[in-house]
């Protein structure tokens, strides 16, 4: 099987190492991955600001990056979701302003054959044992676009359940919105802050060791407010998780460096 | 806080001071988490409710799209039945009918049942200006109006007070109000709705006139439906002389039998009850059985011009059952006042600047007063997309666009203070769109990621005041991608074969 990864803009800029992981993991399951190189960004930040049409020449590269592909896996629930949910929005306004159906028809073949990481695993690959090994006490916050657009389910869980070594602590209050919300997170940041620091709260009272997501744009939100309260508790994305073996926890594939350094690879040598 | 909405702030200063109010931040939580967790159980004990949920929109979209037809019809059931019905178009004009209607009376008291729609249109604020003065009924807006407060949500006004709130409240108040508190009031629950039962039942008896809304009127019988809790309602509807209801156009169903699937929906929707403790109903007059003049004030108030939205149109289906609020975490830590009308919470993000127009600094702001995490539209018994409809709102803040204002067509023009953000969205449109662009970007962020500052300066500290910025990798996803499986990779490893043979 081959399928193309979507790897979304927050992650090729600023965590490659999920890209990395979802590869790795992809190939370890068998599956050829392909990275097209004109994907960009799915518009999500813009479409969620209100500027739908500086949207639309976004969702013209997504089509021509991934229309020869069956399969569209994304590590994103909320790049996943804007595909779906988004895409055939925007496709009706357009048409319904009397640009054509192009856009239209661009979004109907996109929603079938984009799938976050997760569904992909449970749902295609049919799934749930990949095999892996993370000998870390974590808990799983469900992001919303994942959670209630996508409505991944227990999805997350079930793959998380079944890493060995991996001990998953509940998290309280795990349905509710960090706060992240993309630029929400800028306009309105009092009530964001607020939100995060209850999410925080939260996470540092589970215990856990790594708070892990399908997204990162919530961790991002969520590590840096752990980071600036000094909290141990480390932001890891659940491809890294899955991505993880006795095997690599040996020592990392990428250097890893700076400040945030240490999620996939690195996290077994903190045994 | 005034007993007015004029002049509020926009919602991100509103909520900004509101996050730091320690004791409103506590009772919010608790009262919220409340009704949440017991909303949940009561909808999950019925195991049709997302048929009932569809029901509930699919004849509320049917009733808007022959929303003239239903109107009419309504007329004529309560004309038929001894009422009189008044069209107002905006605020001002059903106070001006209600003003005059209650001076018609000779009276200068009126009791009022909780109502949306009077506290949407000012309507205490317009009587009084003209001398007459309405008593509240309801516990929580007797509470909110003797604090000379403002309701901060729509179930339960005085959601923000706690009980040695209210006892200083009604000790200090009530006096000027009517009967004053008894000598000795505790912040017992029991003995703070003892107090408020005799205050209000001076009210009750002596009253002449009663002004109410409505949560349906049913356009084929000409009924109007009040649910509610305390049993004022039924006091305000049964004892005058003369009834007035206010109620906005939207709030009609066509049949009687459609209520079957509204007092399912809005109950547990609301409080949380299989069913609410008094129902009344009420059509045109009767012969020496309760009012014997009753007019009805159908408002308009920039519902039709919300209508004429296909998109914003779907917040016309609220039964202002206020589950919205209770699972909004924003809601939770700005409060209601924040939100500048009697609409807060989600609903009221999408209904106020539909309703106003997003012209106001406050209006405009509204729509970007969320997270889009989406659990307001998971528990709406009506299902209104509202996450869908901010986004719509957003875009008509950014970049203007068709809209209907006083049932004019217009094309609105950008909102103000927002260039910035456009010249950096177009700007991000365009990098995105260009790869090579973008990738020079990164590397140029990469190669001097050591000098980053921790923290930024400007409008990037509402990222950083409160949490780390993110490291930039050494190297991107993409180059990475190229470095060991790009072409050169494989022409590489391609050579490393060759060679070897």
């Known amino acids: 099987m081959r399928v193309a990864l979507f790897v979304t803009c927050i992650n090729d800029a600023l965590q490659p190492r999920t890209g990395q992981a979802v590869v790795g993991l992809l190939e370890r399951l068998g599956v050829q991955v392909d990275f097209p190189a004109e994907q960009s960004c799915c518009g999500q930040p813009q479409f969620n600001t209100g500027y739908r049409q500086a949207t639309e020449p976004l969702v013209r590269r997504f089509h021509r990056a991934f229309r020869d592909y069956e399969y569209v896996v994304t590590p994103s629930g909320s790049c996943a979701a804007m595909v779906r949910d988004n895409y055939p929005r925007i496709g009706a306004k357009a048409a319904s302003e009397g640009r054509g159906r192009d856009l239209q028809q661009i979004a109907a073949a996109a929603v079938p054959k984009t799938y976050e990481l997760t569904e992909f695993l449970v749902d295609v690959l049919k799934v749930t044992d990949v095999g892996a090994y993370y000998p870390h006490v974590v808990t799983y916050h469900p992001t919303c676009h994942g959670l209630r657009m996508l409505g991944l389910g227990d999805r997350p869980r079930r793959l998380l359940e079944n890493v060995r070594g991996l001990e998953l602590r509940e998290l309280p209050g795990a349905e509710e919105c960090c706060g992240f919300g993309g630029t929400f997170a800028v306009k309105n940041p009092a009530v964001s802050a607020a939100m995060g620091a209850d999410k925080v709260r939260a996470v540092i009272g589970t215990g856990a060791e790594a708070v892990c997501t399908v997204d990162n744009s919530c961790l991002l939100h969520i590590g840096g407010t752990l980071a600036r309260q000094g909290a141990p508790v480390r932001p890891v994305h659940i491809a890294e998780i899955l991505a993880s073996t006795e095997a690599s926890t040996e020592g990392p594939e990428v250097p890893t460096e700076g400040p945030d350094a240490g999620t996939v690879g690195t996290e077994g040598s903190l045994r | ?501």
């Open chain 2, 1 to 501: 806080m005034s007993g007015t909405y004029l002049g509020m702030p926009a919602f991100p200063r509103a909520a900004a001071a509101s996050t730091r109010d320690t004791r409103l931040r506590a009772n919010l939580t608790h009262a919220t988490h409340t009704i949440r967790d017991k909303r949940a159980r009561a909808v999950a004990e019925l195991d049709d409710w997302a048929r009932l949920r569809a029901a509930g929109a699919a004849i509320k979209d049917r009733m808007l799209r022959h929303l003239d037809h239903y109107l009419e019809r309504l007329e004529t059931a309560v004309t038929e039945a001894g009422g009189q019905v008044h069209w107002a178009a905006d605020a001002d004009e059903a106070n001006r009918i209600v003003t005059r209607l209650v001076r018609e009376t000779g009276e200068t008291e009126v009791v009022k049942v909780k109502s949306m729609a009077t506290q949407e249109i000012g309507l205490n604020e317009a009587l009084a200006e003209a001398g007459i003065r309405a008593y509240e009924t309801d516990l929580a807006e007797l509470i909110v109006q003797l604090g000379n407060d403002l309701p901060s949500h729509i179930l339960v006004p005085a959601i923000h007070r706690n009980r040695s709130e209210i006892r200083a409240i009604f000790r200090r108040e009530m006096a000027s109000w009517g009967r004053p508190a008894p000598e000795g009031l505790s912040d017992s629950p029991a003995e703070l709705a003892e107090a408020a039962r005799l205050h209000l039942r001076e009210k009750f008896l002596t009253a002449k006139v009663g002004i109410s809304g409505a949560n349906f009127m049913v356009a084929d019988t000409g009924t109007l439906v009040v649910v509610e809790s305390e049993g004022n309602g039924r006091m305000c509807l049964t004892l005058p002389e003369t009834l007035i209801s206010v109620v906005g156009i939207e709030k009609t169903v066509p049949t009687w039998q459609d209520l079957e699937v509204f007092l399912q929906l809005l109950p547990r929707s609301s409080t949380a009850e299989r069913m609410n403790p008094y129902t009344s109903t009420w059509t045109g007059t009767t012969d020496g059985d309760g009012p014997q003049t009753f007019h009805l004030v159908l408002l308009d108030n920039g519902r039709t011009d919300t209508l004429a939205d296909t998109v914003g149109r779907q917040a016309l289906r609220c039964i202002r059952c206020s589950a919205c609020l209770n699972v909004c975490p924003v809601y939770e830590r700005a409060g209601g006042h924040a939100y500048g009308s009697p609409y807060p919470g989600p609903i009221g993000a999408i209904l106020t600047p539909q309703l106003r127009g997003t012209a106001g600094k406050l209006e405009a702001s509204l729509p970007y007063a969320s997270s889009l995490c989406g659990a307001c539209y998971e528990v709406c018994p009506v299902a209104i997309d509202i996450p869908e409809v901010l986004v719509h709102l957003r875009e008509r803040v950014v970049e203007g666009g068709p809209v209907t204002r006083g049932g004019v067509r217009t094309v609105l023009k950008p909102a103000r203070g927002h260039a910035a953000e456009r010249a950096a969205m177009r700007a991000a449109g365009w990098a995105f769109d260009h790869p090579g662009a973008l990738r020079a970007g990164m590397r140029l962020a990469a190669r001097t990621r050591r000098l980053h500052p921790r923290r930024l300066p400007g409008p990037g500290r509402a990222w950083s005041d409160t949490r780390e910025l993110p490291a930039v990798p050494a190297e991107s996803f993409r180059d990475w991608w190229q470095r060991t499986r790009g072409e050169e990779a494989r022409d590489e490893a391609a050579r490393g074969e060759g060679s070897a043979k």
